[in-house]
């Protein structure tokens, strides 16, 4: 069972997908420096640009399941779902403002 939005297994994953129109689902670990450092950025981000899209984590270590069956095997990895669909993903070295760049158009498809 997910709480606090992590998803744990490939059941919790496929109930958000199902029922959010909008997901970012961010897969990194405890011990990966990067991705801990990153995501408050990319919460931050959602928070004041895009506040329909709803943040999950994954921990590879702790539901290695669920990553292998999204195929992201790297440290961080994003995955945004427009509509169930993914729409983006971003491995290793992102960018935030690349990142909104590419969240930007279909966020704006779908809720302006």
């Not at 990895?77 to 403002?97: D, Q």
Request: hydrophobic share 45%.
């Amino acid at each position: 069972m997910f709480t606090e939005n992590t998803i744990t297994t490939i059941n919790d994953a496929t109930s958000v997908l199902n029922t959010e129109t909008a997901v970012l689902i961010y897969f990194s670990t405890i011990s990966c420096s990067v991705g801990e450092a990153f995501e408050p950025k990319v919460r931050k981000l959602l928070a004041t640009k895009f506040p329909k899209v709803k943040f999950y984590k994954v921990d590879l270590n702790l539901a290695p399941e669920v990553a292998a069956s999204y195929s992201a095997f790297v440290e961080p990895t994003i995955l945004v779902f427009f509509e169930g669909k993914e729409t983006i993903r971003k491995s290793r070295t992102i960018g935030i403002f690349e990142l909104e760049e590419a969240i930007k158009r279909p966020y704006e498809l779908i809720f302006e």
